[in-house]
């Protein structure tokens, strides 16, 4: 899983915190959330409220949160960024999927109970 994370980006961990930031780091890098979090007080005590607080709201806003689903292909990593860039397109990516689905089962469903289907496989038997 760590290897198709990699290969999309970094992403914030769903199952965070606070906003899933310093998890999403330790795993792109494969590191203990600990040791970050731990960086991060320190960076907090060393520098201030301000400027920890405001990077880490950017980091928050600039990463894209982790897919539900692993991504398995490039095909899903296209359509994860799609849909994470612009849902509506991605809903109507989908609705155009389908429908082209839909028209497709109707032909095959027209030629399967028409009548010449059923005269050709008594002719072919």
Request: aromatic share 12%.
């Amino acid at each position: 899983m760590r290897k198709c994370l990699r290969n999309g980006g970094i992403y914030r961990s769903r199952d965070g915190v606070l906003l899933g930031v310093c998890r999403g780091i330790a795993d792109y890098y494969d590191l203990s959330v600990f040791w970050i979090r731990l960086g991060l007080v320190i960076v907090f005590l060393l520098s201030g409220f301000w400027p920890v607080i405001g990077i880490y709201i950017v980091a928050a806003l600039l990463m894209k949160p982790r897919p539900v689903k692993p991504i398995e292909n490039e095909e899903e990593q296209e359509f994860y960024d799609s849909y994470v860039n612009s849902p509506k397109n991605a809903a109507q990516r989908l609705r155009r999927k389908f429908e082209n689905l839909e028209r497709r089962i109707r032909r095959m469903e027209d030629k399967v109970t028409g009548r010449d289907y059923e005269w050709e496989r008594k002719f072919n038997s």
